[in-house]
């Protein structure tokens, strides 16, 4: 099945440090990739959606200055957490899908953000 | 986005079936239903989708009401490696472009030796 690969999977670092992590589709082109965030014993919650070549749409209260996404490439899209502090420490998941419509989502294994 | 509403927690023995059960009163006709499972520690995985028809494949099957207000996931029989987040989701077929997900709280399946 389609995979979708997520580095890094545990970052620990200091406040005030920018953090990246990249998202890519290792067996398909990924038209679109997402990103998401997920707190201890809560659901995910979509961040922003990202296309290839055009800018990001980022949901509502999520700051597009804090949270940086670049997807370059059709197999490649990243975020970058700017000066992050420990409540932006999270567990952060990217998903890529191949197409429009009813095509599955394929996500990674997510990235464990610990901000001290 | 029509909302779902799932059962908070479930519990079930290993090698018999499970059924999850998801209410969709609000469905529109071009909303298809979509499973998806999060095991711990790892981003969520596809299991199944489907519109009206019942649908089968090697995960799960899903069931649907004729009237499409709700569904069910259906694990045949049952392992430990089932024991996870099962989240079901309507996506809207004619909206363009890739569709987000819109999580809710999704079922918790706790699998007894």
């Known amino acids: 099945g389609a995979v979708v690969s997520q580095h890094p999977s545990r970052v620990i670092c200091k406040s005030g440090t920018s953090v990246k992590i990249e998202c890519r589709s290792l067996d398909f082109q990924a038209t679109t990739m997402f990103w998401y965030r997920q707190f201890p014993k809560q659901s995910l919650m979509l961040m922003a959606t990202?296309?290839?070549?055009?800018?990001?749409?980022?949901e509502q209260g999520v700051e597009k200055d804090k949270f940086l996404i670049n997807h370059a490439s059709l197999t490649l899209s990243t975020l970058t957490v700017t000066s992050a502090h420990p409540e932006d420490s999270s567990f952060y998941i990217c998903?890529?899908?191949?197409?429009?419509?009813?095509?599955?989502?394929?996500f990674g294994d997510g990235t464990r953000l610990s901000i001290l | 986005d029509a909302k779902t509403t799932q059962p908070n927690s479930m519990e079930s023995n290993e090698e018999e079936p499970v059924h999850l059960p998801c209410n969709h009163s609000?469905?529109?006709?071009?909303?298809?239903i979509h499973w998806y499972r999060q095991l711990p520690s790892q981003g969520p995985e596809y299991v199944i989708h489907?519109?009206?028809s019942n649908v089968n494949n090697r995960m799960a099957s899903l069931a649907i009401a004729e009237d499409r207000k709700s569904s069910t996931l259906i694990l045949h029989r049952a392992t430990l490696r089932d024991a996870a987040v099962y989240y079901c989701i309507l996506r809207d077929l004619i909206i363009q472009g890739a569709q987000k997900l819109v999580f809710g709280q999704g079922t918790r399946l706790t699998i007894n030796p």
């Open positions: 998903s890529a899908t191949a197409g429009t419509g009813n095509q599955p989502q394929h």
């Open positions: 609000t469905i529109s006709g071009t909303d298809y």
């Open positions: 990202s296309n290839e070549g055009s800018k990001a749409t980022y």
């Open positions: 489907g519109l009206t």
